[in-house]
Nanobody, 121 residues
Framework: QVQLVESGGGLVQTGGSLSLSCAAS????????MGWFRQAPGKEREFVSA????????HYAVWAKGRFTISRDNAKNTVYLQMNSLKPEDTAVYYC??????????????WGQGTEVTVSS
């Protein structure tokens, strides 16, 4: 079992930045690939980014490339999502997830409760 707790969400103006964190605890969290997803009101959950166990391999949704950066600190069992140049359409609840493989269309076994991001226009 792995427990995931997101933090760092909040209200930001268009063009601003936020840094999300996901603290993992439990059974060897550093052995898991990690992903970030988001769900906007009235929409399905969508993939944002993922990172491999070592941090060497990363994946991004097309719309996230160049604006979002995923990273991890295995010593702290924490994964980060730096979000820059935020737009109103980035408003959503952001979730982190843990799985065996980092990728877009792969299963993730554990999920956090989410942190809300609101971008005002």
């Amino acid at each position: 079992q792995v427990q995931l707790v997101e933090s760092g969400g909040g209200l930001v103006q268009t063009g601003g930045s936020l840094s999300l964190s996901c603290a993992a605890s439990g059974r060897t969290p550093r052995s898991y690939a990690m992903g970030w997803f988001r769900q906007a009101p009235g929409k399905e959950r969508e993939f944002v980014s993922a990172i491999s166990q070592s941090g060497v391999a990363t994946h991004y949704a097309v719309w996230a490339k160049g604006r979002f950066t995923i990273s991890r600190d295995n010593a702290k069992n924490t994964v980060y999502l730096q979000m820059n140049s935020l737009k109103p359409e980035d408003t959503a609840v952001y979730y982190c997830a843990a799985g065996v493989v980092a990728g877009t269309n792969v299963p993730y076994d554990y999920w956090g409760q989410g942190t809300e991001v609101t971008v005002s226009s």
